[in-house]
T-cell receptor
Framework: EPEVTQTPSHQVTQMGQEVILRCVPI?????FYWYRQILGQKVEFLVSFYNNEISEKSEIFDDQFSVERPDGSNFTLKIRSTKLEDSAMYFC???????????FGSGTQLSVL | KQEVTQIPAALSVPEGENLVLNCSFT??????LQWFRQDPGKGLTSLLLIQSSQREQTSGRLNASLDKSSGRSTLYIAASQPGDSATYLC???????????WGAGTKLIIKP
């Protein structure tokens, strides 16, 4: 069965450093998403992406965050200057039409020291 | 603002029992509701999706119901097995922006 792939599975970085989290969505999907889950808290929506542009973003997704689909397969989340509070599990997801069944990757555990 | 609540937060039952997990939401303007399973350190697996116009969905031993007007959904697991042990998350897709709003989950332990 097709799946969403995320790399790396774990990322440790120093505060203030830039990180890029990578995702390969399912090939025929059109909508891409990033969610995050801080340890012990609810999953939170960050951003959705369609047709090479952001379609929705949450208050969390400030100027420190950006997303990109640099080629036909990868979908990336960049955090420009990481903060301690950015430590979380970051999940990438994709869907064919918007709002329908989402397929999630296994996540990237980001630890900011 | 949509709030999604799941009760109980944790549940431990012997193998073989039937069980019900509850999810409630405050804003009925939803597009659909999904139940997910999360295993420790792993991703989120969609179990069932119920459209706002539907009342229930079934997949194997799982049955999910939706009462949109009262803001409630239940996930029924029949004949539970140790392999069902995981955290079960409920999430609603908002009509307005298709964002998923999540509950905190129910951590389920099935004892052999």
């Amino acid at each position: 069965e097709p799946e969403v792939t995320q790399t790396p599975s774990h990322q440790v970085t120093q505060m203030g450093q830039e990180v890029i989290l990578r995702c390969v969505p399912i090939s025929n999907h059109l909508y891409f998403y990033w969610y995050r889950q801080i340890l012990g808290q609810k999953v939170e929506f960050l951003v959705s992406f369609y047709n090479n542009e952001i379609s929705e973003k949450s208050e969390i997704f400030d100027d420190q965050f950006s997303v990109e689909r640099p080629d036909g397969s990868n979908f990336t989340l960049k955090i420009r200057s990481t903060k301690l509070e950015d430590s979380a599990m970051y999940f990438c997801a994709s869907s064919v039409p918007v709002g329908e069944k989402l397929f999630f990757g296994s996540g990237t555990q980001l630890s900011v020291l | 603002k949509q709030e999604v609540t799941q009760i109980p937060a944790a549940l431990s039952v012997p193998e073989g029992e039937n069980l019900v997990l509850n999810c409630s939401f405050t804003d009925s303007a939803i597009y659909n509701l999904q139940w997910f399973r999360q295993d420790p350190g792993k991703g989120l697996t969609s179990l069932l999706l119920i459209q706002s116009s539907q009342r229930e969905q079934t997949s194997g031993r799982l049955n999910a119901s939706l009462d949109k007007s009262s803001g409630r959904s239940t996930l029924y697991i029949a004949a539970s097995q140790p392999g069902d042990s995981a955290t079960y998350l409920c999430a609603v897709t908002m009509d307005s922006n298709y964002q998923l709003i999540w509950g905190a989950g129910t951590k389920l332990i099935i004892k052999p």
